[in-house]
């Protein structure tokens, strides 16, 4: 009897009306539950891009990488006071030189914003800044050298003094301020630099946030 009735279980096909004297056969439910329905899509959503550099931002950096350069150069002086406390001037030839590099420095400093390559028309502030960076960053070298020049003639001098590195640095920080560090004036020259192919790139206004 139990074989007949396992051989017409077999037999008879899925979803068919089981005989009274047969137990059906229960399906056991998957614990995760039914596979989703392949026509189901989950609705898309508005597309999250991660928020770009803000142009506060990359002006911060400008500034902050020359902040370093000027603030390199106190510290120095700072530290020459400690090295070498005596008070001896200089021979006047020594100032001379000194302020003659730091004059040539300045001159060479401006002279380097027309190196500038202009920019192509539509270019984003990213790769505005991106040359900017390259050339702003010679400037700070060429205008912090009279300073790194003073230390050396310092240790060479028969009596150091920081005040040889003083006539140099003094100067120096006065003219990165005024020629090198980004404020409107200094991105004023980049811009029209990067606007000599014919390109408006406002760049002086982009990268203050007055315009988009």
């Known amino acids: 009897m139990q074989l007949s009735s396992l051989r017409q279980r ?38 999250v891009k991660s928020p770009g550099v803000t142009s506060t931002n990359q002006l911060m950096t400008l500034r902050m990488l020359s902040g370093a350069f000027i603030g390199g150069i106190a510290i120095l002086t700072a530290l020459m006071v400690v090295i070498a406390p005596d008070m001896v001037v200089p021979e006047p030839w020594v100032i001379a030189v000194l302020l003659g590099l730091v004059a040539a420095g300045a001159v060479l400093s401006l002279v380097l914003v027309g190196t500038l390559p202009a920019a192509p028309q539509g270019a984003t502030l990213t790769e505005l800044l991106s040359k900017v960076q390259a050339v702003h960053i010679m400037r700070l070298a060429v205008t912090e050298a009279p300073a790194i020049i003073a230390i050396v003639l310092m240790f060479l001098a028969e009596e150091p003094s920081w005040v040889t590195v003083a006539i140099a640095a003094v100067p120096t920080i006065v003219v990165m301020l005024a020629l090198v560090f980004p404020h409107e004036g ?27």
């Open 186 to 212: 200094v991105l004023r020259r980049y811009e029209k630099a990067l606007d000599a192919g014919g390109a408006r790139t406002q760049f002086t206004d982009k990268l203050l946030g007055r315009v988009a």
């Open 10 to 47: 077999r037999t008879e096909p899925e979803g068919a009306a089981y005989p009274s004297n047969v137990a059906p056969v229960h399906r056991i439910p998957h614990p995760l539950g039914p596979p989703p329905s392949r026509a189901f899509r989950t609705p898309a959503g508005p597309e």
